[in-house]
């Protein structure tokens, strides 16, 4: 899957205002209210930099101002990483001094009161750790003699996969649900679908499907929204997959076939990295090695 299309699906969820202000909320005040949806208003995504005798633009993943009245409290902006990168850090120091010269001249030409801070969070959604630093010292050879004289400009970095339950129980969005689905996809832990009724469905089912490869969420929500008459949870459509393996079995027209469309659903989640062996086989109610024998699965 294109890292595109995985960049599109997140940032697209994260442009709600609801979804953003408890990503906020969360991450950076442990849950507390502090910052309102209804006060957030987007921000300017693009800014320009000089490079090679020419002027080109960057783009932000998601960005908002965060304001009382018409006077702005903070820009902030979340950054969205699917794979380590080691200069994480002057992008980001490049990305909010983009914010600050915009307020310098707004300033000098007494066009803007007051200056406000620019904050900005990183989200790694990664399976692989993070083996590289969070700040500016970490990318670049500094001389011991000039160390002292080297501002270290350091990034908020949270990693999806690295969330303690606890953390992700603090989320009220739907991001609660992807943070449960990528931290259990990405440890190798068990999966269990949340009861959560979904706020923008259609946002998260495609963000767990391009993200895990596996189209039959997007194929069994859309069929789900014909047959649902209240809101969607993860868990419908997980147990839609596995009745669509019973349904492909009893098709075959033998006794066992529904048994063994189940158990080729379940395998077919292994294989995808949504669940593990052990749980598999538990749910198919077998020892795992007569289920492994049963599906062929060598792992």
Known sequence: MQVGEKDTTTKTLESYNSVFADIVNCLLFDGKAVIDENNLTPADKESQYKADGKIRSQERDVSKFWMNTNINIAFIGIENQVAPDELMPIRIMNYDSAVYREQYTLKKNNKLKKC???????????????????????????????????????????????????QI??????????????????????????????????????????????????????????????????????????????AKGRAKGRAEGRAEGRLAALADLVKSGIIKLEQAAEQAKMPI??????????V
């Open 289 to 298: 090695e007569e289920f492994k024998n049963k599906t062929g699965l060598s």
């Open 169 to 246: 129980d603090l989320f009220k969005s739907d991001f609660k649900v992807i943070a449960e689905f990528f931290s259990a996809l990405n440890n190798g832990t068990d999966y269990h679908p949340s009861n959560r009724v979904l706020e923008y469905p259609e946002e998260v089912i495609d963000m767990i499907s391009v993200f895990s490869g596996d189209d039959r969420f997007r194929d069994d929500y859309n069929a789900l929204i014909d047959e649902s008459k209240g809101g969607i949870t993860m868990c419908e459509i997980y147990d839609k997959i596995l009745q669509e393996g019973e």
């Open 116 to 166: 406000y801070p620019v904050i900005t969070l990183v989200i790694y959604f990664g399976k692989d750790d993070w083996n590289y630093g969070k700040n500016l010292l970490s990318c670049i050879d500094v001389p011991p003699v000039l160390l002292p004289y080297v501002n270290n400009y350091r990034m908020n970095f949270y990693s999806v996969k690295d969330m303690t339950e606890k």
